[in-house]
């Protein structure tokens, strides 16, 4: 791991150069453009990083992280990933994905200011009014943060089908699934949700826009 500012570059030839023994054509290929079948929308922690926990390549992830992995619908950046990755790059899936011991999380259970980004959990706050009775129903810290952090990424997969973005794509009738996920700092492990959205058959009436109107 680099200790020091230096040893990003020290560790980035020695990466440079592990690629090219593997596959000489390696960065000549990226060169070309990318065509990655997932966009990953993750939290900004240093411990999930999208790649590396999905054994994947360069090129093979569209990634949008931020913190406590949110899909805020007045979110310009999130919407332009998501508007990029949908209508040019033509993503398949679209992946949120928590993790366990999320601090954004667990600072939306408490009561503690912690400056701006009180306002950015405010959002992790209504999914914690969503699902009081769920929650507040699990005695153990540990295990409501956890359960809280499952129902974070679900709201999230909801809102991305809300966007017109999703549901444009839908109407025009591409192949477009959102999943969510969480991933388990402390042992490594992905684990899909099984909330996979398909389709605005799945999703609540009042968020469905009518076919032909959504633009
Ligand atoms: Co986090």
């Known amino acids: 791991m680099p ?25 000549e290929n990226l060169s070309k453009g990318q065509k990655p079948p997932f966009l990953w929308i993750g939290c900004s922690d ?10 994947t390549d360069p090129g093979e992830i569209f990634v949008h992280r931020n913190i406590a992995n949110m899909v805020v619908h007045t979110d310009m950046s999130m919407l332009s990933v998501l508007d990029y990755s949908v209508n040019v790059l033509e993503v398949r899936h679209v992946i949120v994905c928590g993790h366990y011991g999320c601090g954004g999380v667990i600072a ?3 009561n503690k200011s912690v400056g701006i980004i009180d306002n950015w ?35 999230q997969v909801y809102d991305l089908c809300k966007t017109s973005i999703v549901q444009n794509a839908w109407a025009n009738g591409r192949f477009l699934q959102v999943h969510g996920l969480v991933y ?13 959205v398909s389709g605005d058959s799945e999703m609540e009436k009042i968020y469905v826009f009518d076919k032909g109107i959504v633009k």
Do not use: C
């Open 3 to 27: 200790k020091s500012y230096q040893n990003l570059f020290e560790g980035n030839r020695n990466w440079v150069n592990a690629k090219l023994e593997s596959d000489p054509a390696f960065f």
């Open 184 to 196: 388990d700092v402390a042992n490594g492990i992905l684990k899909d949700l099984h909330v996979t």
């Open 121 to 155: 959990l405010r959002h992790i706050k209504d999914v914690y009014r969503f699902h009081r009775d769920e929650l507040d129903a699990i005695n153990d810290d540990k295990a409501r943060a956890d359960r809280f952090v499952e129902l974070n990424v679900i709201e």
């Open 46 to 55: 240093s411990r999930v990083p999208a790649n590396e926990i999905t054994n």
């Open 108 to 110: 939306a259970m408490g």
